[in-house]
């Protein structure tokens, strides 16, 4: 799979849902959603080998495992939450767009707080 396929893919269901959406505004917007999650389908390949090799340099560079879970919770988090934002601002609900991003940020916060719990205690170990 390369950007070619993913643009394909991308420039006919645009195409589709012009067409339909004149005639059929609900199968328009199921076309849009089902598009944006084959795509969504498509990446996830690659994903998974992002997080491997991630997980490989860590481990040869002897990083904490907990701190590399965290970034790529994080991550995660924030592409779940852009790509349901973005669906959602697709079919035009723009207000519950807005709460999955709000949603996302909280999720990142609480999974910020470990990280900034022990940075906090490194700096006041470093300061007494």
Same mark, same amino acid.
């Given at each position: 799979m390369d950007i070619m396929q993913i643009a394909i893919i991308g420039l006919v269901a645009a195409l589709l849902v012009s067409i339909v959406?004149? &005639?059929?505004?609900?199968?328009?917007?199921?076309?849009t959603m089902g598009s944006g999650v /084959? /795509?969504? /389908?498509?990446l996830l $390949?690659?994903?998974?080998?992002? @997080?491997? !090799?991630?997980?490989?340099?860590?481990q040869k560079a002897n990083l904490d495992s907990? &701190?590399?879970? !965290?970034v /790529?919770? @994080?991550?995660g988090i924030a &592409?779940?939450?852009e790509f349901g934002s973005q669906i959602c601002k697709? !079919? $035009?609900? $723009? !207000?519950?767009?807005?709460?999955i991003e709000l949603g996302g940020k909280v999720l990142i916060m609480v999974l910020?707080?470990?990280i900034l719990k022990a940075l906090m205690e490194a700096i006041l170990k470093i300061l007494s």
């Amino acid at each position: 799979m390369d950007i070619m396929q993913i643009a394909i893919i991308g420039l006919v269901a645009a195409l589709l849902v012009s067409i339909v959406k004149q &005639y059929r505004p609900d199968i328009a917007m199921i076309i849009t959603m089902g598009s944006g999650v /084959l /795509l969504f /389908l498509m990446l996830l $390949g690659n994903i998974k080998i992002i @997080v491997s !090799t991630v997980e490989v340099i860590s481990q040869k560079a002897n990083l904490d495992s907990i &701190y590399l879970m !965290t970034v /790529l919770k @994080v991550i995660g988090i924030a &592409y779940i939450a852009e790509f349901g934002s973005q669906i959602c601002k697709d !079919t $035009g609900e $723009g !207000t519950i767009a807005s709460k999955i991003e709000l949603g996302g940020k909280v999720l990142i916060m609480v999974l910020a707080l470990p990280i900034l719990k022990a940075l906090m205690e490194a700096i006041l170990k470093i300061l007494s």
